[in-house]
């Protein structure tokens, strides 16, 4: 597998698995009726963010990342990052690759910690995997997350210093 650097020539392939997983509406914030258009504005960042790709060895998107400042002024130290791996590449490691590729370059930008301001509760492999990369879960706000088939759950607020 293969990480790079994605720009909008991958988000054909990038928007049938975006679409889907928050089309669900189980695992992130963002509305579910998102257009492709919209949904590529929000997910491919200008520098000095980034969004990355997950290859195998054909080329085909495996899944994606996407990294960001997540505070301004006085707190402009703390990254964070957003992570889609499509459903039928799933159980591979992308997820986990891609997870370490951001921390990296979260510590390489120069920051010095990197926040997940909301990850469902019921997201349970995705808490997993964060905890085994050292994210700890900070707090969490209760009933912050109308999830279509377990109703109101929380949304964790995950944190790790890099």
């Known amino acids: 597998m293969l990480i790079r650097e994605a720009d909008a020539d991958d988000w054909p392939a990038i928007w049938p698995f975006f679409h ?20 590529r504005d929000w997910w491919i960042l200008p520098s000095p963010d980034r969004t990355v790709v997950a290859v195998d060895e054909s080329g085909t998107v495996l899944g994606t990342a996407k990294m960001n400042r997540n505070h301004l002024g006085n707190a402009s130290h ?9 459903p039928a590449h799933s159980g591979r490691g992308v997820g986990r690759a891609l997870c370490a590729y951001t921390v990296d370059w979260a510590r390489a930008a120069g920051y010095r910690v990197m926040q997940f301001n909301a990850v469902v509760e019921t997201n349970v492999r995705a808490v997993e995997l964060y905890r085994s990369l ?18 109101y759950v ?9």
């Open 134 to 151: 050292g994210f700890e879960v900070l707090g969490t706000l209760p009933e912050g997350f109308r999830h279509p088939v377990k109703g």
């Open 78 to 86: 703390v990254a964070s990052a957003s992570y889609m791996v499509d």
């Open 20 to 39: 889907r997983i928050v089309a669900a509406g189980e695992t992130f914030t963002y509305p579910t009726d998102l257009g492709m258009d919209q949904g």
């Open 154 to 162: 929380g949304l964790h607020i995950m944190h790790r210093a890099l």
